[in-house]
């Protein structure tokens, strides 16, 4: 829901030549695995995390091929596994209450302002630390697997 991302490219040579370069390849990204198969006629890269002990966001991404005046475009949609996607949608819904906090306390609290401050920074470094997090797991993620279908789209 928040963090689905979406991205479209062309297509370099044939669908069944792109298709074979990836169904049943696996891709290493910091040293997890993910399998690349085919499902419903379109691609899923889906990551192998049974062994991962530690908490991480991972994407699953669905890779679909669309034909347009002869055109090969392949559409990419990267999202949050379900497995992952409560921490950070509880994280995104406390800093909007911690923003809404701070507006009404800014029409409601008269001359003394510190507290509607101390919830806006509050609300800042959190959202901050939450979105640097994300950056560098999940949107990392996501890139890697993004460049990593970009080029054997190419050729």
């Known amino acids: 829901m928040f963090f689905t991302r979406t991205y479209e490219f062309d297509l370099g040579g044939s669908r069944d030549e792109f298709m074979k370069k990836l169904i049943g390849k696996h891709v290493t990204i910091h040293n997890l695995d993910f399998e690349i198969y085919e499902q419903e006629e379109r691609l ?8 991962v002990t530690s908490i991480k966001t991972l994407p699953i991404t669905w890779v679909d091929l669309k ?69 560098r797991g999940y949107l990392d993620y996501v890139h890697k697997i993004r460049d990593y279908v970009k080029d054997r789209a190419k050729g």
């Open 67 to 135: 034909s347009n005046n002869g055109r090969q475009r392949i559409s990419m949609r990267s999202s949050i596994r379900q497995l992952d996607a409560g921490g950070p949608q509880l994280i995104i819904i406390f800093c909007i209450f911690l923003l809404v906090a701070a507006i009404v306390l800014l029409f409601t609290s008269g001359g003394d302002k510190k507290i509607m401050f101390t919830f806006l920074g509050l609300d800042a470094i959190i959202y901050g630390l939450f979105w640097l997090r994300m950056k």
């Open 44 to 51: 899923c890269i889906a990551p192998h995390a049974e062994q």
